[in-house]
């Protein structure tokens, strides 16, 4: 069992930025692939980007390469999102995710637990 815990959310103009933290918790941290999803009012649940288990490879959605940047310290068990140049559309409730596979980690059916969430809200 992991246990994912996302931090960093908040209330940001639209040029701004955040950076969003997830601490995990339970088995070791470093065997799983991780991602970051988002989820806004009435859509569908969505890649935003993910990481190896080594943090060699990363994956970007194409709504947010160049803007949003993943990594991951496997010393403090935690991933990151930098987020910048955020723009309203990217308003969105942001789920991390843990995959013991490292197969299609764009993919929502590929992860194995998730975190509660925290908020994106991006105001014009």
């Known amino acids: 069992q992991v246990q994912l815990v996302e931090s960093g959310g908040g209330l940001v103009q639209a040029g701004g930025s955040l950076r969003l933290s997830c601490a995990a918790s339970g088995r070791t941290f470093s065997n799983y692939a991780m991602g970051w999803f988002r989820q806004a009012p009435g859509k569908e649940r969505e890649f935003v980007a993910a990481?190896?288990?080594?943090?060699?490879?990363?994956y970007y959605a194409d709504s947010v390469k160049g803007r949003f940047t993943i990594s991951r310290d496997n010393a403090k068990n935690t991933v990151y999102l930098q987020m910048n140049s955020l723009k309203p559309e990217d308003t969105a409730v942001y789920y991390c995710a843990a995959a013991r596979k490292e197969t299609k980690i764009t993919t929502v059916r590929v992860y194995d637990y998730w975190g509660q969430g925290t908020q994106v809200t991006v105001s014009s």
């Open positions: 990481i190896s288990w080594s943090g060699a490879i990363t």
